[in-house]
């Protein structure tokens, strides 16, 4: 609706790659819609998150794999204009669990995002939960960004 406020593809992936928190949304084999805030990466063109093995999260992707995904950057309240600076992001794809390797380098990506002065006592924590984590990926079908700037 706004394409004034739109942002390239590159800047929306920088705002992927460095926002602290996305909201995942799914729909479960009975309809309803289902958010959840998670931590996450993006690597190589898609979204990696980890969870528990089991809960509503992962039974809506095994019911319905398309999922969306938003990410809020910077934001500031203008109340004076009635209005608001921001930058997001949304991504839809399809989700799917990944297992070895590429599990592996999920994880790593999440502590080096969220962890990078813990590395060593990370990469023990990791080998001591891999089998008690679940990693999802999304695969992104399209992309956007918006933004209004000061």
Same mark, same amino acid.
């Given at each position: 609706?706004?394409?004034?406020?739109?942002?390239?593809?590159?800047?929306?992936?920088?705002?992927?790659?460095?926002?602290?928190?996305? %909201?995942?949304? #799914?729909?479960?084999?009975? $309809?309803?819609?289902?958010? @959840?805030?998670? =931590?996450? !990466?993006?690597?190589?063109? /898609?979204?990696?998150?980890?969870?528990?093995?089991?809960?509503?999260?992962?039974?809506?992707?095994?019911?319905?794999?398309?999922?969306?995904?938003?990410? %809020?950057?910077? #934001?500031?309240?203008?109340? $004076?204009?009635?209005?608001? @600076?921001?930058? =997001?992001? !949304?991504?839809?794809?399809? /989700?799917?669990?990944?297992?070895?390797?590429?599990?592996?380098?999920?994880?790593?990506?999440?502590?080096?995002?969220?962890?990078?002065?813990?590395?060593?006592?990370?990469?023990?924590?990791?080998?001591?939960?891999?089998?008690?984590?679940?990693?999802?990926?999304?695969?992104?079908?399209?992309?956007?960004?918006?933004?209004?700037?000061?």
């Amino acid at each position: 609706r706004r394409a004034d406020r739109m942002i390239d593809d590159k800047e929306t992936a920088a705002l992927l790659a460095s926002a602290t928190y996305g %909201v995942l949304s #799914t729909v479960g084999g009975d $309809g309803l819609p289902y958010a @959840v805030p998670i =931590s996450y !990466i993006f690597r190589n063109g /898609a979204i990696y998150l980890h969870c528990a093995t089991e809960g509503r999260k992962l039974d809506n992707i095994e019911a319905n794999p398309a999922v969306s995904f938003c990410v %809020v950057g910077h #934001t500031q309240t203008l109340p $004076g204009h009635f209005s608001t @600076v921001y930058e =997001s992001a !949304i991504a839809s794809g399809n /989700a799917k669990l990944v297992s070895g390797d590429e599990k592996q380098e999920a994880l790593v990506g999440i502590l080096e995002k969220y962890a990078p002065d813990f590395m060593e006592s990370g990469l023990k924590y990791i080998d001591g939960k891999f089998d008690k984590v679940t990693v999802v990926r999304i695969d992104i079908d399209h992309i956007s960004g918006k933004a209004r700037r000061p």
